[in-house]
């Protein structure tokens, strides 16, 4: 049974995003959504996220959303190092800090603010230590951010741990998509 599971994915600018308006995101957030919704029926208390921009972040705004219909359901965000928005624009920053002001949890691995990538690498490793399973947007055909998430879930799972990884990609993004718009055309019929 996945309790608790970690969410990565690509950032916002691997996938072309630039703006918080994207219509990209919608879809994004609904597939998360539809997925944390499959897995709070099986028995999911808590998603825990970096707070990356991009995916983690609209991860952390879906887990928000769905607490008022799940509030079994807690959000969870483990930072690499402190401070890790400093050097993020201003609008970015308020968006994270209003998703960091609702998590049920925030602290960082690392106490210190950035200094090596050491740092990153130890957080996916504590991440995926405390978590029974990962989440990953991510299709090998763009490399991009998960990679460093994934070559650590998959070297637990070499190392003998039970570590399943659901993945999802832009099929399913897609397939999402044709999904709304072929309900949405049920609907004005």
Request: charged share 25%; net charge negative.
């Amino acid at each position: 049974m996945i309790k608790v599971v970690a969410i990565t994915g690509y950032k916002a600018h691997e996938l072309g995003i630039f703006t918080p308006k994207h219509e990209a995101i919608p879809y994004i957030k609904g597939v998360m959504k539809k997925r944390i919704i499959q897995l709070v029926d099986e028995g999911l208390e808590w998603v825990v996220i970096t707070g990356q921009q991009g995916v983690e972040l609209w991860t952390g705004e879906v887990v928000l959303e769905l607490k008022e219909d799940y509030p079994e359901l807690n959000l969870a965000v483990l930072t690499p190092f402190e401070d890790q928005e400093q050097k993020w624009k201003e609008p970015s920053q308020e968006y994270y800090h209003q998703i960091l002001s609702q998590a049920d949890f925030v602290d960082s691995v690392s106490k210190r603010p950035y200094e090596n990538p050491g740092q990153l690498q130890a957080c996916n490793q504590f991440i995926i230590q405390k978590t029974d399973a990962l989440i990953v947007l991510y299709d090998t055909d763009q490399p991009g951010y998960p990679e460093y998430y994934l070559k650590t879930a998959h070297k637990y799972q070499e190392d003998g741990n039970e570590y399943p990884i659901l993945s999802i990609s832009f099929f399913d993004i897609n397939d999402y998509i044709d999904e709304q718009k072929s309900n949405m055309n049920d609907w004005a019929t």
